[in-house]
């Protein structure tokens, strides 16, 4: 069983305090860190790691007991929003693991977390007990500041722990959702306009596919443009559709796509699945997959 | 560290014989099998099994032993072509681990082989000494029938072991390949004459591409044509390549693609080849796909 967590804690600049973050983690057992990025000017940490349910229990529960310990909102700045020392947890099911076992997981590790820590959870995605705390932006809206009197509005209390902020470590949003996928596709032309049209017809915002973000840049070093995308369904929308829709698009405008590139880590079914596709392959099961026959006899 | 094996046996009609040989694969620690058959008409199975070298090697080992003293060739008989009573054993590279170590590993299991059994070991494929034993066929030729004679011919001294045929064993052929995939294309048309031309068109022996063998045929049941496939070497001859040129064939007859089949197993890395090519990535790495880096990790 393969659970992947990519916790987000608000810390980017004092290195004592990251390191004691990504040691939490590593000297977990059954887990993995897979990554992680420290950024100075949002003043945050992102840690990728991956394990099955009872390490990645334990090392979210060590992450928490570090941040809280030193992390005090009060006096944190950054340009990024954030609601928590620990700002958001999410568990995305990888491999044995269904969606459903990453969401008991969630609220298990909440339930924990507002009992042992004294901070407040919201559980959110799939994990979401209520519509209007499914998005991630409409739960950390107001940031730690408007915190208190967000909790004491109708509507908001907290799902696990205190109805009021943890005094320095505010409140965590803890939740499950699918793999998120980082894609990005360069197109053999600098028509910034191009791009950014294209982005508006496949994102789901202005009328595109529904598991879609996207925008347009000009990549200025290269005299190209992309498409910058992030899939956060792949099951749901899948990259070969996408790919295919602007590969479409471009040919109305006289343009063609250079390439494409995947940011970071990807699920080896996202890519199967492309595969499938394009092979018209019937009747293909995962198990064909030699490292996947190996693995469920392991 | 993922080597494939797929040892060939000169027996599939006495079944205790037949699960002897496959209790001595799953005997072995570090080894797992994955699958076996055994066709009656053929008087022969095939057993297909994973491990790292040191286990790999023992399942050999523990193979001939039972092998060698249930089979007696001189009674054999059966449709297949057959030299001895392990006929042949391929080390097929999966994970981690390079062509030149599956050779190294032929070399050494032949050379343990020869000495332990008193059974003569030719090595072919990769890990063939001789441009004209490198092909299977060419070493069977003649058949244990024929083996004693044909070994005192000159240039038909084996790699190791004894220069006359093991009296009831007859000679083994161990050595060193790429996976092979079995990999049909469906035809949305009856016509017969179609699948054999571009089976023609795509297989190495009529001027095609070098790792295909093709024929084709028609499925009676579904009234529809195939052209069925082994690609013996996916990274040079990729399967996207071939569908694509089989796709090019069809136009050219004015008949479209059904579908794909992948019969049993498939390394992901063809897959990932596949999404590679047609989603025009760039700069992949597959340490990018996180199974690979979590197992990188492990």
């Known amino acids: 069983m393969v659970i992947e967590c990519i916790p987000n804690v608000s810390e980017g600049r004092r290195p004592e305090v990251i390191a ?13 860190l897979l990554d ?7 003043n945050r940490s ?9 390490g990645v229990e334990r090392a979210v529960m060590a992450l928490f007991e570090r941040a809280v310990a ?6 944190h700045t950054g340009e990024h929003p954030r609601l928590g020392a620990v700002d958001v947890v999410p568990f995305v099911p990888i491999d044995g693991v269904t969606m459903a076992e990453c969401v008991e997981l ?38 730690f500041e408007g915190l208190a009197t967000k909790m004491a509005t109708a509507g908001w209390a907290p799902d696990f722990g205190p109805s009021a902020p943890h005094p320095t470590a505010g409140a965590s949003v803890i939740g499950a959702r699918m ?31 529904r598991y879609v973000k996207a925008a347009g840049f000009t990549l200025t070093d290269r005299g190209i443009v992309q498409v910058s995308m992030n899939l956060t369904n792949y099951e749901k929308t899948p990259i070969f559709r996408v790919f295919e829709t602007v590969k479409r698009e471009c040919e109305r405008y006289g343009v063609q796509i ?7 880590l990807v699920p080896s079914a996202a890519l199967n699945a492309a595969a499938e596709f394009y092979l018209q392959i019937a009747g293909f099961n995962p198990n064909q997959i030699l490292e996947n026959k190996l693995r469920t006899l392991g």
Chains 1, 2 share one sequence.
């Open 36 to 42: 992680h990025s420290s950024d100075a000017s949002h």
């Open 106 to 143: 969630a609220k298990k590790v909440g339930a924990a977390v507002a009992q042992r820590f004294a901070v407040p959870v919201y559980l959110y995605e799939e994990a979401s007990t209520n519509p209007i705390r499914k998005n991630l932006e409409d739960i950390r809206r107001g940031e």
């Open 20 to 32: 004691a973050c990504a040691e939490a983690i590593t000297s977990t057992p059954g887990v993995r």
């Open 70 to 75: 030193a992390i005090d909102l009060r006096t």
């Open 258 to 264: 250079l390439e494409s590139e995947i940011v970071g």
């Open 46 to 54: 992102v840690f990728t790691f991956a394990g099955d349910a009872t």
């Open 179 to 209: 793999a998120l996928i980082a894609y990005n596709i360069n197109l053999a032309t600098d028509r910034l306009d191009v791009a950014k049209k294209i982005a508006a017809a496949i994102r789901h915002s202005s009328g595109g596919y």
